[in-house]
């Protein structure tokens, strides 16, 4: 398991938008959210929903998948370092054959 605190999706935006010399208030301009919205995705305040990856994908020219792989990841990320599965897999019963 890796010790290093997941990275929000908010901070692959934030470099995106630095490298391309685009503020936060411009783009959500661009995607007609609020400035807020953009914000607090990039202070990792918010998690960026499917109409967000939407929008961003459209805007930067990636995918909305994209966007919904890196909130996937950050999500997964985070749950298994508040649950620690090993410990209680043995407890979850399958209910279901693989």
């Known amino acids: 398991m890796n010790d290093m605190d997941p990275i929000h999706s ?4 934030a470099e995106i938008l ?3 010399g685009i503020s936060q208030s411009r783009l959500a301009r661009a995607i007609h ?5 953009i914000h607090e995705i990039i202070h ?7 109409d967000t990856a939407l929008r961003l994908g459209h805007a930067l ?8 792989n890196l909130q996937r990841m950050h999500e997964l990320a ?3 370092a ?3 599965i090993d410990e209680v897999e043995d407890e979850i019963e ?3 054959a693989a």
């Open 33 to 37: 959210t609020p400035s807020r919205r």
């Open 10 to 13: 908010g901070e692959h935006l």
């Open 44 to 50: 990792g305040r918010r998690a960026i929903t499917a």
């Open 82 to 84: 508040s649950c620690n």
């Open 78 to 80: 985070l749950a298994r």
């Open 61 to 68: 020219s990636t995918t909305p998948e994209y966007w919904m």
């Open 94 to 96: 399958p209910v279901a």
């Open 18 to 20: 630095d490298e391309l």
